[in-house]
């Protein structure tokens, strides 16, 4: 057990810092825009951690079930395309209710439950894109071919990797600068269209 505990933090914080750079585009605009207390956006930085450990779960078992298969299967690469397209469509919407909040259908859209949790959403999107460092734990997983220890070291790997999430507790006091809050509510906007582009990219196979 050492050894699969051992393994699962050194994976994950040899490779967090990709994944707060994976993170920042997402995470930083909205936490930002919204200009929160250290606490409110602690909260936040918990829900999007949170959002990450259920998709690091569900990968681990596909892992374990499927094994290899999971990293190359055209069904993984359509659930990679999907989930980017569903982030792109998560930040677009957030984009627009922040920048046009006097639009009546933006308005609509803060009461979507998606918007309301949104860092929790995003986390559980952005954890099922198979990314570098997401590979290496798949890798893992399914060399130890148990379930059971699979699921250990992907809690590990979070564990490991949720540390460099932690800097983004202090992003809210930069939306204390009410310029700095409107190019963080731009910038939601704009990552959210690159995401939508880059999801339909995977989709179509380009």
Do not use: D, H
């Not at 395309?81 to 308005?107: D, T």
């Amino acid at each position: 057990m050492e050894s699969v505990v051992v393994q699962g933090l050194a994976l994950g914080l040899s490779t967090g810092g990709y994944c707060l750079g994976a993170c920042a585009p997402v995470a930083l605009p909205y936490l930002v825009s919204k200009g929160g207390s250290i606490s409110e956006s602690g909260r936040a930085v918990v829900e999007l951690a949170a959002g990450r450990l259920l998709s690091y779960l569900f990968l681990g078992v596909a892992a374990g079930l499927f094994g290899a298969q999971i990293q190359s299967s055209p069904v993984g690469r359509t659930a990679v395309g999907i989930s980017m397209v569903g982030l792109a469509g998560l930040m677009i919407a957030y984009g627009l209710n922040r920048n046009f909040p006097e639009s009546g259908a933006c308005g609509r859209m803060a009461r979507w439950p998606v918007i309301q949790r949104f860092p929790f959403v995003a986390g559980l999107l952005m954890g099922v894109n198979l990314c570098p460092p997401i590979l290496l734990c798949l890798t893992a997983i399914v060399g130890l071919k148990s379930l059971v220890w699979g699921l250990i070291l992907a809690v590990c790997f979070f564990c490991g990797s949720v540390v460099f999430l932690l800097p983004l507790v202090f992003a809210g006091l930069l939306g204390r600068m009410e310029w700095f809050k409107g190019v963080a509510s731009v910038a939601t906007l704009f990552c959210g269209i690159w995401f939508m582009i880059s999801g339909v990219s995977v989709l179509i196979g380009r």
